[in-house]
């Protein structure tokens, strides 16, 4: 039996396999970003903190991303879809962050949930066509490969640390707090 807690966020196992464990604690940071931008408005996902311009809206779209380029190309082999593929990175290598100004919130919501869904899907069809030692789908340009148990847990890093800045954003725009 798994428990939910306040925030609907399943706990991880706290005895299972290496996959199950990893991708428990992967859905908990998920569950925690969607708990730390549940309700708010345009304005509350475009404030900022201090002299960072970093809002909620930009870490969900760059997390939306982050989700995509990772388990959806790097992990399933399948390429970038819309609005990845469209965007000129070179004229703005942080465009995912800039550009969630000008989405609405169910957008923005919606994007991220659907990157999740894709990579969910992904990662279950590699864990069925040989499991995590497997390299991923993508060299990097010094030829290192990196392996699916790296990239999983390269999310699970990119989550946690963006947890943190969605603790401080959030509590900047309504003073909610909590881990």
């Not at 966020?9 to 604690?25: Q, S």
């Not at 970093?54 to 190309?73: F, I, N, P, Q, R």
């Not at 970038?80 to 995912?96: H, L």
């Not at 069925?128 to 010094?142: E, K, M, N, Q």
């Amino acid at each position: 039996m798994t428990d939910m807690d306040e925030h609907g966020r399943r706990e991880p196992p706290i005895a299972a396999d290496e996959v199950d464990t990893l991708l428990g604690f992967l859905d908990y940071q998920r569950a925690t970003l969607a708990w730390k931008v549940d309700g708010l408005d345009a304005a509350g996902l475009a404030a900022t903190v201090g002299a960072s311009d970093m809002t909620l809206g930009g870490l969900v779209k760059h997390l939306a991303y982050v989700e995509d380029s990772w388990c959806s190309e790097r992990i399933g082999g399948h390429p970038a879809g819309s609005p990845w593929y469209t965007v000129d990175w070179s004229a703005d290598p942080d465009w995912e962050w800039h550009s969630a100004a000008s989405d609405s919130p169910d957008d923005l919501r919606g994007l991220w949930r659907d990157a999740v869904a894709r990579s969910r899907a992904a990662v279950a069809s590699a864990l069925a066509d040989g499991g995590l030692d497997r390299p991923g789908r993508h060299t990097w340009s010094d030829g290192r490969t990196p392996s699916r148990r790296w990239i999983l847990l390269h999310m699970l890093e990119e989550y946690a640390r963006h947890i943190g800045h969605a603790d401080l954003l959030r509590e900047a725009v309504d003073g909610s707090t909590g881990e």
